[in-house]
């Protein structure tokens, strides 16, 4: 998630101070994604730095403003325009617990995937129920809009995840069935070696 372009997009609405972006960030993706506030500062600066914002006085209340500069608008709009890269996908902590669980001596791996199952139905079950109350309420401006956005897709994200831990059981169940049915080895090369001196050392019948 880029917090440093999401603060250039509330941004691009007029100038704003740090509290007041977190509070408004938060709202926007419904704290999905929690900000603090010292966070929300050392993005400012680093942006302020690269000249995308600068320091636009005060508030009334003594708070400092941070505008965006048209810098900072042209990186806006070729973030909103550029596709998010998939080149370097981030790390999902539950891929790499279920390819660690593979082979681990003394794990369940099937264990692992039931439990993961009825966390994730119960997630997505608790985010369908934030969205039909989103949608009971009918989202009246953009903030609850764009939070209803970001409840389904956590709900696409779940019912993906849980499509993916069904393939893994029936992969695994697939594996073992035929790990079970294969023939035990033979060691072929010694049976033939023996066989073949036998034959070779048998007395003919014939004289």
Not at 28 to 35: D, E, H, I, Q, V
Not at 175 to 183: D, V
Request: charged letters at 25%; aromatic letters at 6%; a neutral charge.
């Amino acid at each position: 998630m880029s917090i440093r372009h999401g603060l250039l997009a509330l941004l691009e609405r007029g100038p704003r101070y740090g509290s007041q972006l977190r509070t408004e960030f938060e709202s926007r993706t419904g704290s999905t994604w929690p900000l603090n506030v010292g966070q929300v500062y050392t993005t400012l600066s680093r942006l302020e730095r690269d000249g995308m914002v600068t320091q636009d006085g005060e508030d009334d209340a003594g708070h400092a403003l941070y505008a965006i500069t048209d810098d900072g608008r042209t990186e806006l709009r070729s973030w909103f325009e550029t596709p998010v890269d998939r080149a370097s996908p981030p790390r999902d902590e539950l891929a790499i617990k279920l390819a660690m669980a593979v082979g681990a001596p003394g794990v369940d791996i099937r264990a692992v995937i039931q439990s993961q199952r009825s966390h994730t139905l119960k997630a997505m079950q608790d985010y369908t129920r934030l969205k039909a109350r989103a949608l009971a309420a009918v989202p009246a401006d953009r903030d609850e809009v764009a939070w209803l956005l970001v409840v389904e897709q956590l709900i696409f994200q779940a019912e993906a995840e849980a499509r993916w831990l069904d393939h893994c059981e029936s992969r695994l169940v697939r594996l073992a069935e035929a790990a079970a049915t294969e023939p035990a080895a033979r060691p072929a090369t010694a049976t033939g070696r023996g066989a073949t001196r036998s034959t070779a050392s048998r007395p003919s019948g014939r004289r």
